[in-house]
């Protein structure tokens, strides 16, 4: 039976690398972006629940696992308007955690009414330990957010063999990446990581799909870090 996956975020960067990862695999993949796969903005309050709707429509009613990867890394410098800037706080938030948190919900629901098991594979960042730029702390508190978020759930479902793990990857090499390299001096940023450069996206999507199809359950709660040493723990 091919396993039925949920991925946010497919359109491009990591997410497209993890999509392509399955591509030996038995499985059947549904994709969100905002403007390929399933479109779905999730600054739209109600873009999870249709998103789950919709995904578990074309997967003819069973979902196995979710991946929840999509997100945003935007820029939120403390000399803006009071207002601007809880205003990009909670887009931030509801982008990268709140969407997250409903996707996880749904799914946890689902998996109980129908007695399955299941697996959740969170997309953190290595922000969620390290912290982040002076204007990226809400970057940083939605991605500390996954991590804990994802241990809750590992913790309160495993019984019920629903399994949950985090990835944290440091710099990786996408659009993301790209314009936060560039905005720090680039190069120099790298003397940073002992490995020496940032991380492919194939790299990221290795650890998702491990998360996703094979990990042992008692690997549940954990979370991974892919930083080439940036940060350890
Ligand atoms: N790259 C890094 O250095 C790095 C480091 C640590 C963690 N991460 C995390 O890894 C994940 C993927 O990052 P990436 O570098 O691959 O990012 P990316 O290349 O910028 O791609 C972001 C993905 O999220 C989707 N997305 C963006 N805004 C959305 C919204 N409002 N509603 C729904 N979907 C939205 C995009 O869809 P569209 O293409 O349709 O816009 C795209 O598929 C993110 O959660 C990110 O925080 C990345």
Same mark, same amino acid.
């Given at each position: 039976m091919a396993t039925h996956i949920l991925l946010t975020g497919?359109?491009?960067?990591i997410g497209a690398a993890i999509a392509e990862s399955f591509?030996? *695999?038995?499985v059947r993949l549904i994709g969100q972006g905002t403007r390929s796969g399933i479109p779905t903005d999730f600054? *739209?309050?109600?873009?999870p629940v249709a998103l789950w709707n919709k995904a578990l429509d074309a997967l003819d009613g069973r979902i196995d696992v979710l991946i929840n990867n999509a997100g945003v890394f935007e820029t939120n410098p403390l000399d803006i308007d009071h207002e601007d800037w809880v205003a990009n706080w909670e887009r931030t938030m509801r982008v990268n955690l709140t969407a997250s948190a409903e996707l996880c919900r749904l799914a946890i629901c689902h998996w109980q009414a129908e007695g399955r098991p299941g697996r959740i594979v969170n997309m953190a960042s290595r922000a969620a330990y390290r912290g982040d730029s002076p204007a990226h702390w809400h970057y940083a508190a939605s991605k500390a957010g996954m991590v804990g978020m994802t241990k809750s759930i590992a913790r309160g479902y495993a019984r019920q063999g629903i399994l949950a793990f985090a990835i944290c990857p440091g710099f990786t090499m996408t659009g993301m990446a790209d314009d936060y390299l560039a905005s720090r001096g680039g190069e120099k940023l790298?003397? *940073?990581i002992p490995l020496g450069r940032v991380a492919d996206t194939d790299e990221v999507a290795v650890l998702a799909r491990f998360c996703a199809?094979?990990?042992?359950?008692?690997?549940?709660g954990a979370v991974l870090d892919i930083n080439g040493a940036s940060y350890v723990r």
């Open positions: 497919a359109s491009r960067g591509k030996h *695999d038995k600054a *739209d309050p109600k873009a790298l003397a *940073d199809l094979s990990a042992p359950p008692s690997m549940t």
